[in-house]
């Protein structure tokens, strides 16, 4: 069988959009300041109300940093157990014989992040929507409003894949390892540390080269950039094949467009630091390397 694409248009969403096995899913979060006293970041709130504005026809929302982040973990965004993550997905209509688009508002990266979630569970059928909910509109496509109606509940089994998900002690181990190349996907002001950093010391773990995410977007419809210039992207900073690639960002969510962009370029040996620069920049026993 020939290997699914990681990316779907919108014309080919739309061709599909009655198919009675597609499950669309709006994964869009909202980052707002933080509560006053707080010391957090940011605010991470689940976009439930911009998909009560609008949404793709028959869509469901997909809750990241509540139903699907681990709720004792000190950072956003933490990935839950696996057994937790097979309730939550089967709750939403996620199953073997179910095909998955993810979307959402803004950035694609809340989208990819649910990609990136289903992969490393061992779920295959799933693609995010290229240019997200910003292209479907601007396209001029059907909408519907209100609270989601949801997907009659399935079975999710995970067969998990190791290593997609790696800890601070994986990357840490992975500064002195010339098989590893790890990438920082925030801009290149934060990864140069000469700007402050919201989430702790600025810099960067060492030894890690930059390609932000950013870079990876057409600016323009917010869709994914060519295949040849994402290439060029990565390998001017010696990001190849023949490597272990983890990719890190501030919180776990940006460095996936990376991710999905390394996929669909033919890299394989890919992991996300999930803690991130939330984690490593609070950890005074980590190094930070700035220019």
């Known amino acids: 069988m020939p ?8 014309d080919e969403l739309a061709a599909a959009i009655d198919q009675p096995n597609l499950r669309i899913f709006d994964c869009t979060t909202c ?6 006293g707080s010391d957090a970041p940011y605010q991470a709130v689940p976009g439930r109300h911009t998909f009560e504005e609008g949404h793709i026809q028959g869509a469901d929302f997909l809750d990241l940093p509540g139903e699907f982040s681990d709720q004792n973990a000190r950072h956003h965004f933490t990935l ?6 097979e309730v939550a997905f089967g709750r939403h209509g996620i199953g073997a014989s179910t095909r998955v688009v993810l979307y959402s508002i803004g950035s694609m990266m809340w989208a990819a992040r649910f990609w ?3 992969r490393a569970l061992g779920f295959d059928d799933a693609a995010v929507l290229d240019g997200g909910f910003d292209k479907w509109v601007a396209e001029g496509r059907p909408t ?16 998990p894949r190791p290593g997609l998900f790696v800890g601070k002690q994986d990357a840490l181990a992975a500064i002195e390892d010339p098989d590893t190349v790890i990438v920082n996907c925030l801009k290149p002001e934060f990864h140069q ?7 702790g010391r ?12 950013a870079t990876l977007i057409d600016q323009t419809d917010k869709s994914f950039a060519a295949p040849a210039e ?8 010696g990001v190849t094949r023949d490597k272990r690639v983890i990719c890190y960002c501030g919180g776990g969510i940006a460095a996936t467009l990376d991710l999905l962009q390394l996929y669909r370029l033919g890299y394989r040996n890919l992991a996300l630091y999930d803690g991130s620069m939330a984690e490593w920049a609070t950890d005074p026993a980590l190094p930070m390397e700035t220019d």
Request: charged share 15%.
């Open 202 to 213: 600025p810099g960067r773990v060492p030894g890690s080269v930059n390609v932000p995410s």
């Open 3 to 10: 290997e699914i694409q990681p990316l779907i248009s919108t």
């Open 230 to 237: 994402a290439e060029a992207r990565f390998t001017a900073e």
């Open 31 to 36: 980052l707002e300041p933080p509560p006053p």
């Open 116 to 118: 990136w979630m289903l």
């Open 193 to 199: 540390g000469l700007e402050p950093s919201r989430y």
């Open 144 to 159: 519907d409003i209100g609270p989601a109606k949801g997907y009659a509940p399935a079975t999710f089994t995970a067969t």
């Open 80 to 85: 839950p157990a696996t057994a937790e993550l």
